[in-house]
């Protein structure tokens, strides 16, 4: 300090003496700052930190914060039990469950017809019988190996007149999902589940081969 002091007196001039005491003056009341730290009550660790810190900036260390990843777990769907109701059970069968606006009473001459029918083949008759009560006779079974008669699954319905043959036609037509039909054959045209409209069939040389002068139904 007396070395700054000598320096700046030795560049200044003379009539500056009072800048001189106003320099001196400054200097003496800037006092070293170490020594007023001794005089704290702070252990030696601490005053140092404090010494240090005025010369020297420590930035503050910023610790990066985890960040928690949360996965979302897919919730599981809701299982459900199988609730199987006997009522409402499927049976692998081929036998349909008719509609409750068809008559599938017995007819009269029901015991001689229906012997050796299958059941799609014995409801269907019993419909078109109620239904037609001028229709008749029926044929049903009969020895004919390769025919659906002799697997009891085609009924045969005579008709006294065109006018009852179409009406009988139309009707088993009309309700052919309900009675489960797969074929109908009238007036030399056919109609199968296969070929689902009617077309002409080949000439058989009789009126009964050629179905004009009764309805033959098959069924599943």
């Known amino acids: 300090m007396m070395i700054i002091m000598m320096a700046l007196t030795s560049i200044l001039p003379s009539n500056s003496t009072s800048l001189s005491a106003r320099i001196q003056d400054t200097t003496e009341q800037i006092a070293p700052v170490e020594p007023a730290l001794h005089a704290l009550p702070l252990s030696p660790a601490d005053a140092l930190s404090i010494s240090a810190r005025q010369f020297i900036y420590v930035p503050p260390v910023r610790v990066p914060s985890k960040k928690v990843v949360r996965h979302k777990v897919p919730s599981r769907a809701k299982e459900r039990p199988l609730r199987v109701s006997r009522d409402r059970a499927r049976v692998p069968t081929k036998i349909i469950r008719f509609s409750s606006r068809l008559d599938f009473s017995r007819c009269s001459d029901s015991s001689g017809i229906e012997s050796g029918l299958h059941y799609n083949a014995r409801m269907l008759y019993r419909a078109v019988c109620n239904a037609f009560p001028k229709a008749g006779p029926f044929g049903g079974y009969r020895y004919d190996p390769g025919s659906l008669h002799y697997l009891g ?25 309900e009675l489960h039909v797969m074929q109908i054959i009238w007036r030399q045209h056919i109609w199968t589940t296969d070929r689902p409209y009617w077309h002409l069939m080949e000439d058989r040389g009789s009126i009964t081969a050629n179905h004009y002068d009764h309805v033959h139904v098959s069924l599943y």
């Open 153 to 177: 699954r085609a009924v045969d319905c005579m008709v006294p007149s065109r006018t009852v043959g179409d009406a009988v036609k139309d009707f088993v037509y009309a309700n052919r999902k």
